[in-house]
Structures are given as C-alpha cells and as structure tokens.
C-alpha cells in the first residue's frame, strides 16, 4: 500500500522534497550566517539534506543494486564526498566573508 502510494505519486514526492530542500538549504545561510544562530542553521542543514537526498536513494535503489549508476548519481556521490571532505573550510570562508560584508555594510550605514 504504501509503495503503491509512493510509486503512484513520484514525481510529486520528488518535487516536493526538492522545493522544501531549497527551502531548508537558503534557511540555512540566512539563519546561520545572518542571524547567527548556528544550531539552528545546523537543523536546517539537516533537514535539507534528508528531503534532499531520501528520494534519491530511495528512488535510485534499484540502479544502486543493479550498478547501474549514470551520471547524475555519480555526480550526487561526488557532490557528497565534496562536502564531507571539505565542508568546514568552506563554512569557515563563508562566516569570513559575512562578517566582512556585515562591516561593510554597518560602515555605510554610519557613513549615511
């Protein structure tokens, strides 16, 4: 019953996790970056990630067991061990730069 449903409306269920997982992901800048509120940006990350991702592997199961991965899986793979490798130093280099355009942004509003 519950595969008829998720097979019936797949598309559906694609659209709507990758909308939400957009949604999540630039809640995650502002709200880390932004507001500063970094255990909730890190929810937010995570949230992304799972709307993001579930339907890909759950969708995708089936070429993963068969080995038949195309591109589009293989650049999600790629994309993963991108961001597990060298996911600190990219957020250390946005923070850094935030706060930079947080100053600049602070020094012409005193300027005005």
């Known amino acids: 019953m519950i595969v008829d449903f998720l097979e019936t409306y797949k598309w559906s269920i694609v659209i709507t996790c990758e909308i939400l997982a957009w949604i999540f ?12 509120k970094k255990v909730i940006g890190r929810i937010s990350l995570v949230l992304s990630g799972v709307f993001d991702y579930s339907p890909v592997l759950y969708y995708g199961w089936d070429s993963i067991k068969k080995g038949q991965l195309g591109s589009f899986e293989w650049f999600i793979l790629a994309f993963l061990a991108f961001a597990i490798v060298f996911g600190k130093r990219i957020d250390a280099f946005l923070q850094n730069w935030v706060k930079t355009k947080k100053i600049k942004l602070n020094k012409k509003r005193q300027v005005s």
């Open 25 to 36: 992901f630039i809640g995650f800048f502002w709200i880390s970056y932004f507001l500063e």
